[in-house]
């Protein structure tokens, strides 16, 4: 567990080395510095480390959201194509026959 955990920080470390950010060539500019979509990503990664991990150490944690996708898969389809439903009993029916 260890292993992987310093494994992680050092790929985390050597992408940081390898997207710096971009220095403003225009001066002095208001705001935040912008940065590459990759940049933000090792960002992200880096600052929710603990829940990108939580697979390792939590075996009921999938390691993917893939399940919960594909159980609102079915009603966003619907919604999609008829927009709503016709009734209260109509919309119980659907939930019915997809649980």
Same mark, same amino acid.
């Given at each position: 567990?260890?292993?992987?955990?310093?494994r992680y920080q050092a790929i985390i470390e050597?992408?940081?080395?390898?997207?710096?950010?971009?220095?403003?060539?225009?001066?002095?500019?208001?705001?935040?510095?912008?940065?590459? /979509?990759?940049?933000?990503?090792?960002?992200? +990664?880096? *600052?929710?480390?603990?829940?990108? %991990?939580? @697979?390792?150490t939590d075996f009921n944690v999938p390691f993917d959201n893939n399940?919960?996708?594909?159980?609102?898969?079915?009603? /966003?389809?619907?919604?999609?194509?008829?927009? +709503?439903? *016709?009734?209260?009993?109509?919309? %119980?029916? @659907?939930?019915?026959?997809?649980?």
């Amino acid at each position: 567990m260890r292993n992987f955990r310093k494994r992680y920080q050092a790929i985390i470390e050597e992408d940081y080395l390898e997207s710096p950010l971009v220095p403003s060539t225009t001066g002095i500019r208001r705001g935040r510095e912008k940065k590459t /979509k990759p940049r933000n990503l090792l960002e992200r +990664l880096d *600052r929710h480390r603990s829940q990108v %991990q939580t @697979f390792l150490t939590d075996f009921n944690v999938p390691f993917d959201n893939n399940q919960a996708e594909r159980d609102i898969g079915m009603m /966003k389809l619907q919604q999609k194509i008829s927009g +709503l439903f *016709r009734s209260e009993d109509a919309a %119980q029916a @659907f939930c019915r026959i997809r649980s």
